[in-house]
Nanobody, 118 residues
Framework: QVQLVDSGGGLVQAGGSLRLSCAVS????????MGWFRRAPEKQRELVAS???????NYLDSVKGRFTISRDNAKNTVYLQMNSLEPEDTAVYYC????????????WGQGTQVTVSS
């Protein structure tokens, strides 16, 4: 079983930074592909950043150069460092996990609110 607890959200002014964390309870963290999603009001959920077991990363175009996803396999934790935040980044952010080869992310955190004021 895989359980995720994400944290680190809050209220920040435009241009500020936040770091989200996702603690994963599992014996198989090192082989999981991890992602951070977000859902803004009245918008569809979108994948913001992902990192696979090898460490390779991908980003949503609108966050490239501002956000960085990373993982610490010794701590079973994945991070999302968010810099130069914009009001458009306001959303609930969710950590998610899947096993390699799975069709989609099957494990989710509870979400953490990020609010960026202008």
């Amino acid at each position: 079983q895989v359980q995720l607890v994400d944290s680190g959200g809050g209220l920040v002014q435009a241009g500020g930074s936040l770091r989200l964390s996702c603690a994963v309870s599992t014996r198989t963290f090192s082989i999981l592909d991890m992602g951070w999603f977000r859902r803004a009001p009245e918008k569809q959920r979108e994948l913001v950043a992902s990192i696979i077991s090898s460490g390779s990363t991908n980003y949503l175009d609108s966050v490239k150069g501002r956000f960085t996803i990373s993982r610490d396999n010794a701590k079973n934790t994945v991070y999302l460092q968010m810099n130069s935040l914009e009001p458009e980044d306001t959303a609930v952010y969710y950590c998610a996990a899947k096993f390699r080869g799975a069709p989609g992310y099957g494990y989710w955190g509870q979400g953490t609110q990020v609010t960026v004021s202008s």
